[in-house]
Structure formats: C-alpha cells, structure tokens
C-alpha cells in the first residue's frame, strides 16, 4: 500500500521565478499542493517570517517541515520522490 503523501503548502509570490519552477516541479510529480500568495495575504507572510526567519519565497511547507529556497533534492526525500 503506498504511503500517505504529507501535506504540501508552497508561499509565493506573482514575480516569482522560482515559485513558478517549484510549482511547476510538483505538479510534473504528481504532489498535490496550495499556493499561498504571500502578498495576497498578509498573515501568511507573517507566518513565514516566523517560520523561516526571512521573507524569500519560496518556501515550500512539506508536513510541518519548511524548506527555503526551490531545493529539489530536499524536496524529493521528503516526499520519497527519488
């Protein structure tokens, strides 16, 4: 029985290159997700600064791990994708 993917949930921004690239990344795998526009909704990013220390985007939340920054690497072995 294969496992339950972990919620993902990606912050972004409209100008975002890199928001686009990750989007982009999750969807060719097949991960479910929810964008956030962080400028959109403030207390998001808010939430980000808390989370992370920093206001960059993207950050993209995997369960309850947030990882910084498009980081395919990262991402893949929190989602088991390799």
Not at 12 to 34: D, E, I, M, S
């Amino acid at each position: 029985m294969a496992q339950a993917q972990p919620r993902v949930v990606i912050f972004t921004t409209p100008t975002c290159p890199w928001c686009r690239r990750a989007k982009q990344y999750l969807t060719q795998q097949g991960v479910r997700f929810r964008e956030v526009d962080v400028t959109r909704d403030p207390s998001a990013a808010r939430d980000l600064v808390r989370m992370t220390g920093q206001t960059g985007v993207p950050v993209i939340l995997v369960g309850n791990r947030p990882i910084v920054g498009f980081d395919k690497p990262q991402l893949d072995r929190l989602l088991n994708l390799q």
